[in-house]
């Protein structure tokens, strides 16, 4: 995620996690996931990563990829609030439907 999604994504998790809203935040690549889960562990906030070799619970915040958000692995109305990394809504509109 860029730093700026990032920053943004881990405040609103912050302030809303203390509220018991929890928040999917969706990244392209790993690296970005692991990038996302370490600004929120410096936050203070722990944050569950659901992809295809690691599955989260019931964490107030989660990082996600959009491949794993194809499954149904979890709840579309387990979130209260879902930011998306900008190149991730770009690839996903971008292509034609199959």
Do not use: C, H
């Amino acid at each position: 995620m860029a730093t700026f999604t990032i920053l943004v994504f881990s405040e609103l998790a912050r302030i809303e996690a203390p509220r018991g809203v929890r928040t999917l935040a969706v990244a392209l690549r790993e690296e970005l996931v692991d990038q996302a889960r370490t600004k929120l562990e410096a936050l203070g906030l722990w944050g569950g990563v659901e992809q295809e070799r690691r599955g989260s619970s019931n964490e107030p915040v989660v990082v996600a990829t959009p491949q794993t958000l194809r499954g149904e692995r979890l709840a579309r109305d387990a979130f209260g609030y879902v930011v998306v990394q900008e190149d991730v809504a770009g690839e996903q509109y971008s292509r034609p439907p199959r």
